[in-house]
């Protein structure tokens, strides 16, 4: 070790020259590199003026015209121990270092993606509530570089997103092949941990860091510029970098820099075209115009307190029905209860409250006990209730996935124990007229794991990070079970349905970032829209036995074109497909025998 270095040891873990990972040594050379440099600044000059070093003047006057303040930018505490050479990027070779002059360490905070994006839509002064066209509405001569308009965003229209990223060659490739790109998978791909920000510049490209998993799943949108920023920071973490080659396990970016447009399609966009229909949907089929007199029938809707379910309730009421509200929150249900009955119909129903919490199994019982010592008939269970956007690592009371504890754990407890009252019912009543209705959600078309749930992402601590992945599962739970309750229900004349009611506007989007109501507020609708979905799967006289175990879409219809994947998961093995369905319907089983 050079002398140099010795006047800021303070003990023997600060030598670094018996230290072979070099990413251990970086942070030592950092650590007494900093010391040095505090001791540096602290030092009076001769003149009794203490003389500012000059890359802190570089530095604020870089900040003084590119970056925003703390207040636009709120940073994480995430941070990252950073050496940057003077060289560029890609230079391998030695370091002369000396504690007492800039070696070019510094400690990286990290600026959470939303807040980048949004500073960089503040920089644009994005017109961002239109769903497409030209979008900038900042002068081009204020932007920086990287955010300047390509000439393809001059001249070929488009989604407010595209001009958010800062690569403009992304930007270009997106507009090159705009029908082949799954828009709100890559929009929840930008968003989520795949991506870094460092620095505190958010429209600086060299600053953005692509995952590993975001290259292999959008290698047609890479280039060496972004890759090789991305090895930059990987290296500062002693990091394998990411190499351009043939597909492997070792090799996560394919060099395909004009791929196909029908390969494109054939691997990342086989549902665009549901996708747009279920933002886009036709008129709605079945309405409260069209419900008949529901006098002497008796309906339970889970959290039917709020949003669609609300909607759901005053339509049944209003018809005459009698309507137990199932939610956690009895002061709620009160609440909603009052607002309903306060609305003048010509022939009101019944509203009664159940308290139920999905995601506490040990609940469940209790609720349909107070359930059966008042009625001797059920007429359609509406599985409403979910949850959506909870933080990684969010738990139920039994230590289950949050998400797939609340929508499809809690709900498969309820239906089960309810089984016999539904299938008691059926006897009594006209055909296909008693029905489960379970929900599902069409984020399970692009975000879902391959055939709709994961068997090893349900055993804890195995759980995903990704909460769009987690949230997409239970919802495409919903429909394999609904399709393995049928396998098992349909001789009994019970019709079980599941359906999807629609981008809407209701507390489940709370969690959402700010950007992403932002771009979805052009496809998102009242939760009445949403009602009418539930309404027509549940009462619709066209909705016919042989279509129990479909899954519906807005505002009534069927999907004619799923998931293929998903669909053979529904299958057994024998019928050619993989039996998922009778596992997760075995291991649903499993974890809520229990309370059975």
């Given at each position: 070790?050079?002398?140099a270095?010795?006047?800021?040891?303070?003990?023997s873990?600060d030598?670094?020259?018996?230290i072979t990972?070099?990413?251990?040594?970086?942070?030592?050379?950092?650590r007494?590199?900093?010391?040095?440099?505090?001791?540096?600044?602290?030092?009076p000059?001769k003149n009794?003026?203490?003389?500012r070093?000059r890359e802190?003047d570089?530095?604020?006057?870089?900040?003084?015209?590119t970056?925003?303040?703390?207040?636009?930018?709120?940073?994480?505490?995430?941070?990252m121990?950073?050496?940057?050479?003077s060289?560029?990027?890609?230079t391998?070779?030695g370091?002369?270092?000396?504690?007492?002059?800039d070696n070019?360490f510094?400690?990286?905070?990290?600026?959470?993606?939303?807040?980048?994006?949004?500073?960089?839509?503040?920089?644009l002064?994005?017109a961002?509530?239109?769903?497409?066209?030209f979008?900038?509405?900042?002068?081009?001569s204020s932007?920086?570089?990287?955010l300047?308009p390509t000439?393809?965003?001059?001249f070929?229209?488009?989604?407010?997103?595209?001009?958010?990223?800062?690569?403009?060659?992304?930007?270009?490739?997106?507009l090159?092949?705009?029908?082949?790109i799954?828009?709100?998978?890559?929009?929840?791909?930008?968003?989520?941990t795949?991506?870094k920000?460092?620095?505190?510049?958010?429209?600086d490209?060299?600053?953005?860091?692509?995952?590993?998993?975001?290259?292999k799943?959008?290698w047609f949108?890479m280039d060496?510029g972004?890759?090789q920023?991305?090895?930059?920071?990987?290296?500062?973490?002693?990091e394998?970098a990411?190499q351009?080659g043939?597909?492997s396990?070792?090799?996560?970016?394919?060099?395909?820099?004009t791929?196909?447009?029908?390969?494109?399609?054939?691997?990342?966009?086989?549902?665009m075209?549901?996708?747009?229909?279920?933002?886009?949907p036709?008129?709605?089929?079945?309405?409260?115009?069209d419900?008949?007199?529901l006098v002497?029938?008796?309906?339970?809707?889970?959290?039917?307190?709020?949003?669609v379910g609300?909607?759901?309730?005053?339509?049944?009421?209003?018809?005459g029905?009698?309507v137990?509200?199932?939610s956690r929150?009895?002061?709620?249900?009160t609440?909603?209860?009052?607002?309903?009955?306060?609305i003048?119909?010509?022939?009101?129903?019944?509203?009664?409250?159940?308290h139920l919490?999905?995601?506490?199994?040990?609940?469940?019982?209790?609720?349909?006990?107070?359930?059966?010592t008042?009625?001797?008939?059920?007429d359609?269970?509406?599985n409403?209730?979910?949850?959506s956007?909870?933080?990684?690592g969010?738990?139920?009371?039994?230590?289950?996935e949050?998400?797939?504890?609340t929508n499809?754990l809690?709900?498969?407890?309820l239906?089960?124990?309810?089984?016999?009252?539904?299938?008691?019912?059926?006897?009594?009543?006209?055909?296909?007229?008693v029905?489960?209705v379970?929900t599902?959600s069409?984020?399970?078309?692009?975000?879902?794991?391959?055939?709709g749930?994961?068997?090893?992402?349900?055993?804890?601590g195995?759980f995903s990070?990704?909460?769009?992945?987690?949230?997409?599962?239970?919802?495409?739970?919903n429909?394999?079970?609904?399709?393995?309750?049928?396998?098992?229900t349909?001789k009994?004349?019970l019709?079980?349905?599941?359906?999807?009611?629609?981008?809407?506007?209701t507390k489940?989007?709370?969690?959402?970032?700010r950007?992403m109501?932002?771009l979805?507020?052009?496809?998102?609708?009242?939760?009445?829209m949403?009602?009418?979905?539930?309404?027509?799967?549940g009462?619709?006289?066209e909705?016919?036995?042989?279509?129990?175990?479909?899954?519906g879409?807005p505002?009534?219809?069927?999907?004619?074109?799923?998931?293929?994947d998903i669909?053979?998961s529904?299958?057994?093995?024998?019928e050619?497909?993989t039996?998922?369905?009778?596992?997760?319907?075995?291991?649903?089983?499993?974890?809520?025998?229990?309370?059975a």
């Amino acid at each position: 070790m050079d002398s140099a270095w010795k006047p800021f040891l303070k003990s023997s873990k600060d030598d670094w020259t018996s230290i072979t990972d070099p990413t251990e040594r970086k942070k030592i050379q950092n650590r007494l590199s900093q010391r040095a440099r505090r001791s540096k600044l602290t030092q009076p000059q001769k003149n009794g003026v203490k003389r500012r070093p000059r890359e802190i003047d570089d530095v604020q006057a870089e900040a003084s015209e590119t970056v925003v303040s703390s207040s636009e930018v709120p940073v994480t505490t995430t941070s990252m121990e950073l050496s940057i050479p003077s060289t560029a990027l890609n230079t391998q070779g030695g370091y002369a270092f000396d504690p007492m002059r800039d070696n070019g360490f510094m400690v990286m905070q990290q600026i959470d993606v939303w807040d980048a994006l949004l500073n960089i839509a503040s920089k644009l002064e994005l017109a961002c509530c239109q769903d497409s066209g030209f979008n900038i509405v900042a002068p081009v001569s204020s932007l920086p570089p990287s955010l300047a308009p390509t000439l393809q965003q001059r001249f070929v229209p488009h989604k407010p997103y595209v001009d958010m990223l800062p690569w403009p060659s992304l930007r270009d490739r997106i507009l090159s092949s705009p029908s082949s790109i799954n828009e709100i998978q890559l929009v929840s791909d930008m968003t989520s941990t795949d991506i870094k920000v460092w620095g505190s510049t958010p429209w600086d490209p060299v600053g953005w860091e692509v995952s590993p998993a975001f290259a292999k799943k959008w290698w047609f949108l890479m280039d060496d510029g972004i890759l090789q920023t991305a090895n930059f920071w990987r290296s500062q973490r002693g990091e394998e970098a990411l190499q351009l080659g043939s597909p492997s396990p070792a090799n996560l970016v394919q060099p395909h820099p004009t791929p196909s447009p029908l390969h494109l399609h054939s691997i990342i966009a086989p549902t665009m075209g549901g996708l747009l229909s279920q933002f886009f949907p036709p008129s709605p089929t079945f309405t409260e115009k069209d419900i008949p007199s529901l006098v002497g029938k008796v309906f339970i809707v889970t959290g039917g307190n709020a949003g669609v379910g609300f909607e759901l309730v005053k339509s049944l009421y209003a018809k005459g029905g009698k309507v137990y509200i199932a939610s956690r929150s009895l002061d709620k249900v009160t609440a909603a209860i009052t607002e309903i009955e306060a609305i003048h119909t010509a022939a009101p129903g019944q509203l009664k409250a159940l308290h139920l919490d999905l995601s506490d199994l040990t609940t469940i019982p209790t609720c349909v006990s107070t359930f059966l010592t008042q009625e001797s008939r059920l007429d359609v269970l509406w599985n409403n209730a979910g949850i959506s956007g909870q933080p990684y690592g969010t738990v139920s009371k039994q230590g289950h996935e949050i998400h797939m504890a609340t929508n499809c754990l809690g709900h498969f407890l309820l239906t089960n124990l309810l089984l016999p009252i539904l299938l008691q019912t059926v006897k009594i009543s006209p055909q296909a007229t008693v029905r489960v209705v379970y929900t599902s959600s069409g984020i399970m078309d692009i975000a879902a794991p391959p055939g709709g749930v994961s068997l090893t992402e349900l055993v804890p601590g195995n759980f995903s990070k990704d909460v769009n992945r987690n949230y997409a599962a239970s919802k495409a739970g919903n429909w394999i079970l609904t399709s393995e309750l049928d396998r098992r229900t349909r001789k009994n004349g019970l019709l079980c349905v599941c359906q999807n009611p629609g981008t809407l506007n209701t507390k489940g989007w709370d969690r959402a970032p700010r950007l992403m109501k932002i771009l979805m507020k052009p496809v998102m609708y009242e939760p009445k829209m949403g009602a009418y979905t539930g309404l027509w799967a549940g009462l619709s006289p066209e909705v016919k036995l042989e279509d129990s175990g479909k899954n519906g879409l807005p505002w009534g219809r069927w999907d004619k074109d799923p998931k293929k994947d998903i669909l053979e998961s529904m299958k057994s093995k024998e019928e050619g497909g993989t039996g998922l369905a009778a596992e997760f319907w075995k291991w649903c089983e499993e974890n809520t025998k229990g309370f059975a």
